[in-house]
């Protein structure tokens, strides 16, 4: 399930499959996942909390505690470099440029003891001579649109808004041609997820710079990306064009996700929800993850575990027995 629409990929994930192990336990994080960002493009993948959307994203970068976490199988490949067997150093290749990843809480990862300034400083230097810091990180915060005294300003003298605007102007300190942004705007109010999503959507457009979005909200997602990828249970169960897969979702986890995050209440003054509950991932799934929730579960979803099967148009693909062509012409 990968699919980039057009030009070439900064990012391609190939069957990726993350354990995290500890005192001889496994969770398996991430199982059999594939998707793929194209040069300049915008991408999210959605799911509910644990459904391994956080790992998948700092997987790309290393970001994953050495020793607990593994990739037990599939491929990762940034502008072309395989980085599945990166470790330690190896990770300076990619890090920054071409990949730079912003949080969803900027205050653990700012330095609380050190100015805005040598903070974008830091960045800067990576890739640019020590004499062009100053120009460089005035015309960082200019971009992030954040007024350049700010560079003289410690974090906590900050608002939220304000902080994810530096991390922001840290991230593009190293000009990444892909953003990775892991629910930068969750922790924000409204307005400022609002002002952060715009210009988000702006600095793409100004740098021509490819964007994976992670984030739970459907919403922020459907405005903000050309293809989005639903992840479950660690898989990734549905792709396609984000308003194809939206309106038209084929898999039942996307429609119950889809169905949930309606704010219209039913009949019966409840909102809609998906039933039972998410399985445990201390083994590899054999079957369709959302097996023990489907109501449309039938005798083949017990037997195989569903392939990746085109479900619409321009690329929309689904990893459910439904839409099957035998299922199709049994039906
Ligand atoms: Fe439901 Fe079967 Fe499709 Fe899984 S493969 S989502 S159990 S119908």
Redesign the pocket.
Known sequence: MTGAAGGGAILEVHALHVTYESAGRAVHAVQDASLSVAEGEAVGIAGESGCGKSTLARVLLGLVPAGIAHIRNGRIAIGGVDVTGFAGRDWEQVRGQPVAIVFQDPLSFLNPVMRVGDQIGEAVRRHDSAAAVPARSAELVDLVRLQRSVLRRYPHELSGGMRQRVMLAIALGCRPRLLVADEPTTALDATTEAEILALLRELRRELGMAMLLISHDLGVLRWNCDRIYIMYAGHT?ESGATAEVLSRPA???TRGLAGAARLARLPDGHFAMIGGDVPRLERPAR?????SR?D???A??REAM?PALPAGANGHQA????IAPAHREAI
């Open positions: 169960v898999h039942p986890y079957l369709c993850p959302f097996l489907c449309a579960a039938m083949r979803c569903p990893r459910c027995w439904l």
